[in-house]
């Protein structure tokens, strides 16, 4: 049987384990060779690994998904896999360039699974007329914008308020909890650090070790401890914060 190979490219991690997941379930004999953070990763991967897919972000720090197509659209068969609204997908589409919307839709990834695998014999590319089109639709199309979470519900006696982001001075994981330590003191939520890492605004909220998210408008000051580590003082509140040596490069020139 035919070894059918993809690598995948998208800067956000936690996106590209979700089309993995769900390739494997339905495409288990789809082998993923490589995986790129952006546009000029997932070209190097394609030249080195020359799959027989690849599925592109548009959006994507550096090169985009489309500046990526057009370099490796002769190597392999290209899938956008995009935010834009139907009017765009509408535009990739009769183009004969698949696509899928985020976030992934298991009945049309089953349409673009279908879609590939009769076209992996005889590998469609892009043309320069092609990819110039995609340039002109990609320019007059907004991509929409990222919603971060602005609002809390925690619980209050048989009840639940909501708590503004913007009051918050950090966040810690505690046992099955998250500790929100904010102006009216301390509350427990559900939701993990890694998905609050992910719903909250990356520059104004800054992950400073794997337990702990901090209001960037909530720090003082960082000093380094003896062994050379950072720890965060907060204007409001006593309490110091530790940064693992993971997250000690942003504040570098502090």
């Known amino acids: 049987m035919q070894k059918i190979t993809a690598v995948i490219a998208d800067d956000e991690p936690v996106l590209r384990q979700q089309l993995k997941r769900l390739l494997a379930e339905q495409w288990p004999e789809l082998i993923i060779v490589g995986e790129a953070g952006d546009g ?10 020359q799959p027989d897919i690849a599925f592109l972000d548009i959006r994507m720090p550096g090169m985009t998904g489309i500046e990526a197509a057009a370099k490796i659209n002769t190597l392999s068969l290209i899938v ?3 935010a834009y609204n139907e009017y765009a997908i509408d535009a990739f589409e ?5 696509y899928l919307l985020k976030p992934v839709d298991t009945k049309r990834l089953a349409k673009t699974i279908s879609r590939l695998k009769e076209s992996i014999s005889n590998k469609p590319h892009l043309s320069d007329r092609v990819i110039a089109d995609l340039f002109k639709r990609l320019e007059q199309t907004e991509a929409p914008a990222q919603q971060y979470l602005q609002w809390l519900k925690v619980s209050k006696g048989e009840g639940v308020r909501l708590l503004n982001i913007d009051e918050v001075y950090y966040f ?3 046992d099955k909890y998250t500790r929100v330590v904010c102006e009216t003191g301390e509350e427990l939520i559900r939701t993990s650090i890694k998905q609050l890492s992910i719903s909250l605004d990356p520059e104004r909220f800054w992950q400073i070790h794997r337990a702990t998210i901090v209001n960037v408008e909530s720090i003082k000051h960082a ?12 204007k409001k ?9 993971t997250y000690g490069h942003l504040f570098k020139q502090m």
């Open 223 to 234: 000093s380094r401890s003896f062994t050379g580590r950072y720890r965060i003082h907060l």
């Open 80 to 82: 956008f896999v995009t």
């Open 94 to 98: 009769k183009q004969a360039v698949d």
């Open 172 to 174: 810690q994981a505690a």
């Open 237 to 245: 509140n006593s309490d110091i914060l530790t940064v693992s040596r």
């Open 40 to 49: 000029d990763e997932a070209v190097q991967l394609a030249r080195k690994l």
